[in-house]
């Protein structure tokens, strides 16, 4: 099932839309739909690694990736938007 929907999006936004359907991507409604799936697994992710930072166990030889991770996911999700 699907839902039409009405939005504004700026115009640079808007450019790149329709450059992406023309270069054989989709139609619009593709491209939309693929940034939007992206962005529902870049917030999945998001949470997973907050879920996994707050359970660290320190026997496990992990925690030095654990540690980096808590201290740059900041800098990691700014770095994917």
Known sequence: ????????????????????????????????????????RRRAAQLDAQIYASSADPDLESDAYTAWAVHNVGQVWSDLN
């Open 1 to 40: 099932m699907s839902v039409q929907m009405t939005i504004r999006v700026d115009d640079d936004l808007a450019a790149f839309v329709d450059e992406a359907a023309k270069a054989g991507e989709g139609s619009r409604a593709d491209v939309i739909n693929r940034a939007i799936k992206r962005e529902m």
